[in-house]
C-alpha cells in the first residue's frame, strides 16, 4: 500500500510500448499506475474490436488512433479482452476493488507528462505554433483576472504531450478546487464582456459551462487536486459490487464534484423501482468515474441516478459505508437534475 504523491489524475503516460494512458484517480498502488487508454499505436488496430475517431494523432514516428465512447460498456469490455489477451501487464485484478482495472505497471513507463510542467516548457518556448500562443495567452488573460498564479495552471491533451494533430483543443488544467470555482466566474464574466463566448457541444455543456471559444479555437478547462485536497491512500478501503440501482436522491455536498472521480453527497434516497430497495444498506454518496459529470449537480439538486451500488468497508476502523458508481463499465448509467 502506499500513497500517492507521484502519480495523479490528469498526468499522461506514454509506455513503452507506445500507448497513451491517461492516469485516473489519486489512489493507486505502489508499482502501478490505475488509468484508462487514450491513444492506440495505429498497428495495433486491427487487435482492438472498437469504433475509432476519424482522426489521427502522431507521437514522434508513431501514428495514433483515438477510441470513440471510452465508457460504453461493449468498449469497456473490448479494451480489457484485448489488453488481457495481448498485453496482459496493463491489466491488475485489484484486490481492494475487486475488480480487474485497466493499470500501467511503472517498469513501462517511457515518459510522464504532467500538466504543470508542460506548462512551464511550453513558456520557454522561442518559437510558437499559433494554438500554442493562443493557450498561453488564454491562460494569462484568465490568471489575471482571476489573480490566481500561472503556477496554478497546466496545459493537458494533445499539446501537453506534442501531438502532432488537425484540429488539437486547448485543454486547461485548474489546480485546486477554489482556484476551479474562480475560474468558472472569471469565464462567466469574460463571456459577458464577449472576450469568448461558451460552447455547449451537448447539454451536458449548458450545465457544466467549462468550454469557450476563444479567437475562434475550443478551450476545455478542469480542475486537479493540490497535494493537500488528496486525502486518498491505495488499500485502505475494500469495495464489494452489490446490484444496479435507479433512485433519486437530493445532494447534500459537492465540494468534491469537480474533481475526478467526482463526488456527490446524497440524502434522501428513494428508489424507483423494487430492485433498487436497499434496507439498511442506503448509499450516502454518488461517485462519477464518467468526466462529464464532474461539476454537474450542484447542493440542493434533486438527481435522478441509475449506478452500481458498493459497500465499502474502511479498515481503519471497520465502518462499512455504500455508495453508488456511475461509469462502473454497465450499461444506462447516469445522473439526471430534476430540478433544473
Request: charged letters at 30%.
Given at each position: 500500500?502506499?500513497?500517492?504523491?507521484?502519480?495523479?489524475?490528469?498526468?499522461?503516460?506514454?509506455?513503452?510500448?507506445?500507448?497513451?494512458?491517461?492516469?485516473?484517480?489519486?489512489?493507486?498502488?505502489?508499482?502501478?499506475?490505475?488509468?484508462?487508454?487514450?491513444?492506440?499505436?495505429?498497428?495495433?488496430?486491427?487487435?482492438?474490436?472498437?469504433?475509432?475517431?476519424?482522426?489521427?494523432?502522431?507521437?514522434?514516428?508513431?501514428?495514433?488512433?483515438?477510441?470513440?465512447?471510452?465508457?460504453?460498456?461493449?468498449?469497456?469490455?473490448?479494451?480489457?479482452?484485448?489488453?488481457?489477451?495481448?498485453?496482459?501487464?496493463?491489466?491488475?485484478?485489484?484486490?481492494?476493488?475487486?475488480?480487474?482495472?485497466?493499470?500501467?505497471?511503472?517498469?513501462?513507463?517511457?515518459?510522464?507528462?504532467?500538466?504543470?510542467?508542460?506548462?512551464?516548457?511550453?513558456?520557454?518556448?522561442?518559437?510558437?505554433?499559433?494554438?500554442?500562443?493562443?493557450?498561453?495567452?488564454?491562460i494569462d488573460l484568465i490568471s489575471k483576472s482571476s489573480r490566481i498564479r500561472l503556477d496554478d495552471f497546466g496545459i493537458h491533451g494533445s499539446l501537453s504531450v506534442g501531438l502532432q494533430s488537425q484540429a488539437p483543443d486547448i485543454d486547461v488544467a485548474i489546480?485546486?478546487?477554489?482556484?476551479?470555482?474562480?475560474?468558472?466566474?472569471?469565464?462567466?464574466?469574460?463571456?459577458?464582456?464577449?472576450?469568448?463566448?461558451?460552447?455547449?457541444?451537448?447539454?451536458?455543456?449548458?450545465?457544466?459551462?467549462?468550454?469557450?471559444?476563444?479567437?475562434?479555437?475550443?478551450?476545455?478547462?478542469?480542475?486537479?487536486?493540490?497535494?493537500?485536497?488528496?486525502?486518498?491512500?491505495?488499500?485502505?478501503?475494500?469495495?464489494?459490487?452489490?446490484?444496479?440501482?435507479?433512485?433519486?436522491?437530493?445532494?447534500?455536498?459537492?465540494?468534491?464534484?469537480?474533481?475526478?472521480?467526482?463526488?456527490?453527497?446524497?440524502?434522501?434516497?428513494?428508489?424507483?423501482?423494487?430492485?433498487?430497495?436497499?434496507?439498511?444498506?442506503?448509499?450516502?454518496?454518488?461517485?462519477?468515474?464518467?468526466?462529464?459529470?464532474?461539476?454537474?449537480?450542484?447542493?440542493?439538486?434533486?438527481?435522478?441516478?441509475?449506478?452500481?451500488?458498493?459497500?465499502?468497508?474502511?479498515?481503519?476502523?471497520?465502518?462499512?459505508?455504500?455508495?453508488?458508481?456511475?461509469?462502473?463499465?454497465?450499461?444506462?448509467?447516469?445522473?439526471?437534475?430534476?430540478?433544473?
Amino acid at each position: 500500500m502506499c500513497t500517492l504523491t507521484r502519480y495523479i489524475d490528469g498526468d499522461i503516460i506514454l509506455t513503452d510500448e507506445n500507448f497513451i494512458f491517461y492516469t485516473f484517480g489519486y489512489e493507486h498502488p505502489s508499482d502501478r499506475v490505475f488509468t484508462y487508454i487514450k491513444y492506440i499505436p495505429q498497428k495495433h488496430k486491427q487487435l482492438f474490436n472498437i469504433v475509432y475517431l476519424s482522426g489521427q494523432w502522431k507521437i514522434e514516428d508513431t501514428i495514433l488512433l483515438r477510441p470513440k465512447n471510452l465508457y460504453s460498456k461493449k468498449n469497456f469490455e473490448e479494451i480489457i479482452r484485448t489488453l488481457r489477451k495481448n498485453f496482459p501487464f496493463y491489466i491488475y485484478k485489484c484486490p481492494y476493488n475487486n475488480k480487474e482495472l485497466v493499470s500501467v505497471p511503472v517498469s513501462k513507463i517511457r515518459t510522464v507528462f504532467k500538466p504543470h510542467d508542460a506548462l512551464m516548457k511550453l513558456r520557454e518556448k522561442r518559437t510558437l505554433k499559433p494554438i500554442e500562443a493562443t493557450a498561453l495567452e488564454w491562460i494569462d488573460l484568465i490568471s489575471k483576472s482571476s489573480r490566481i498564479r500561472l503556477d496554478d495552471f497546466g496545459i493537458h491533451g494533445s499539446l501537453s504531450v506534442g501531438l502532432q494533430s488537425q484540429a488539437p483543443d486547448i485543454d486547461v488544467a485548474i489546480y485546486g478546487g477554489n482556484n476551479f470555482l474562480k475560474v468558472k466566474d472569471t469565464v462567466e464574466k469574460s463571456v459577458d464582456k464577449r472576450q469568448m463566448t461558451y460552447l455547449f457541444e451537448n447539454e451536458t455543456d449548458r450545465i457544466r459551462r467549462n468550454k469557450v471559444l476563444y479567437k475562434k479555437k475550443k478551450v476545455v478547462f478542469n480542475a486537479i487536486k493540490k497535494p493537500f485536497e488528496i486525502h486518498e491512500k491505495y488499500g485502505t478501503i475494500k469495495r464489494n459490487a452489490i446490484k444496479n440501482v435507479w433512485f433519486t436522491a437530493i445532494v447534500t455536498s459537492d465540494k468534491e464534484s469537480m474533481f475526478k472521480p467526482a463526488k456527490y453527497e446524497i440524502k434522501e434516497y428513494f428508489p424507483l423501482n423494487r430492485a433498487s430497495e436497499v434496507n439498511s444498506n442506503v448509499p450516502i454518496s454518488v461517485t462519477a468515474m464518467v468526466g462529464e459529470y464532474r461539476r454537474f449537480a450542484k447542493k440542493g439538486d434533486q438527481i435522478e441516478v441509475r449506478g452500481l451500488l458498493e459497500e465499502e468497508i474502511f479498515f481503519k476502523d471497520q465502518k462499512h459505508r455504500y455508495r453508488v458508481v456511475i461509469g462502473s463499465g454497465r450499461n444506462d448509467e447516469f445522473i439526471k437534475i430534476l430540478n433544473r
